[in-house]
């Protein structure tokens, strides 16, 4: 009888143990891996056998895990760019606005007629730039925001780049930039938003007249590419440093930044354009010899 119950009292310990090892630890581990999960370490992991149930759980746990560091490090960059894109458009339209005060101030006192017409100007045109900047954003916002999808429709691409082209001219006459639209035969029509397809052309037209200076000249040119029709804005300005060109689509980059400041530009146009671009289901590509000029290609989907 004493032997029955040593042995009965063995095999519940070796049971017990057995229990232990197979489901106590690992059970333990699993639930010592969500507390540290719930305390905010976020990158604890259950290590167990797959094979097992609790392993499995484990598993589940982690990818679990995985996705949840996964969204916050998603949600900390979208919240850096909102917090840099906030504090680089407070900076933009204090500038100009700085400006307007110290102008206005001064105008408030007696100057000398030729001053005062100087002033005034001064004024209008950082007034013009504060202008220019608030309708990017709000350009910006709506294409974000997806409130309003483009209006598609046929777009006969060829004239739309002749009217593009003949609202630049005066700007290319003043800065003695020559512009050339290559003969473009048999270009179809494309699928497209007429008035954001304008806003693209008129943004690199702007960039490739203001940037490539006296004696520039500027082509516009456009090919059809199996589906899509590829439209080309070339210029023999200073061409973009290879290692900005990843950048130059961000909102705010400018690779001179006075440069462009004094050129009256924001560093909006090119995100602008990409925003366009791809909300039309097409791309935009920029090659650039710095030095030699630059071309920057879109595509848009044939109607
Ligand atoms: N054709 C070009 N040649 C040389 N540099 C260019 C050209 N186009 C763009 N860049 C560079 O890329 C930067 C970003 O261009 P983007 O059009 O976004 O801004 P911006 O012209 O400075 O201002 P905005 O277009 O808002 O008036 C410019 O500041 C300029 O440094
Ligand atoms: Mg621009």
């Known amino acids: 009888m004493g032997l029955f119950l040593a042995g009965a009292a063995v095999s519940a310990i070796a049971a017990f143990l057995l229990f232990h090892l197979r489901h106590a630890k690992p059970l333990a581990e699993v639930s010592s891996v969500a507390d540290r999960l719930a305390r905010g370490e976020h990158d604890a992991r259950a290590h167990l056998d797959p094979a097992t149930p609790l392993g499995r759980l484990g598993m589940t746990i982690n990818l679990l895990a995985e996705r949840f560091q996964h969204d916050i490090s998603e949600l900390k960059r979208l919240e850096q760019v909102r917090h840099e894109f906030v504090s680089n458009a407070s900076h933009e339209l204090r500038t100009p606005l700085s400006s307007i005060k110290v102008f206005a101030e001064t105008l408030s006192q007696p100057v000398a ?3 005062h017409a100087e002033f005034v100007r001064e004024i209008e045109e950082n007034a013009d730039r504060m202008a220019r900047l608030v309708d990017d954003l709000l350009s910006l916002s709506a294409l974000e925001s997806g409130k309003q999808p483009p209006n598609f ?3 006969a691409l060829t004239e739309l780049i002749a009217k593009a082209t003949a609202t630049v001219k005066p700007l290319a006459a003043k800065k003695n930039v020559v512009l050339r639209v290559e003969a473009m035969g048999d270009v179809p029509d494309v699928r497209a938003d007429k008035g954001l397809l304008r806003q693209v052309l008129l943004n690199l037209l702007d960039n490739a007249i203001k940037y490539s200076g006296d004696k520039g000249v500027v082509r516009v040119s456009a ?3 199996e589906t899509f029709v590829s439209v080309a804005v070339e210029d023999n300005g200073p061409g973009i440093p290879a290692e900005d060109i990843p950048r ?3 909102r705010f980059y400018r690779v001179d930044k006075a440069r462009s400041r004094e050129q009256g530009g924001t560093g909006l146009g090119l995100s602008i354009v990409k925003h366009i ?3 039309h289901g097409g791309a935009v ?3 650039s010899e ?9 595509t848009l989907p044939k109607a």
């Not at 710095?290 to 879109?298: A, E, H, K, Y």
Request: net charge negative; hydrophobic share 35%; charged share 25%.
């Open 113 to 115: 007629p030729a001053e």
């Open 153 to 155: 429709e046929r777009v």
């Open 290 to 298: 710095p030095g030699r000029g630059s071309t920057f290609r879109f």
């Open 248 to 250: 130059i689509f961000e």
């Open 277 to 279: 671009v791809e909300s």
């Open 223 to 225: 090919a059809p590419a």
């Open 285 to 287: 590509t920029v090659h």
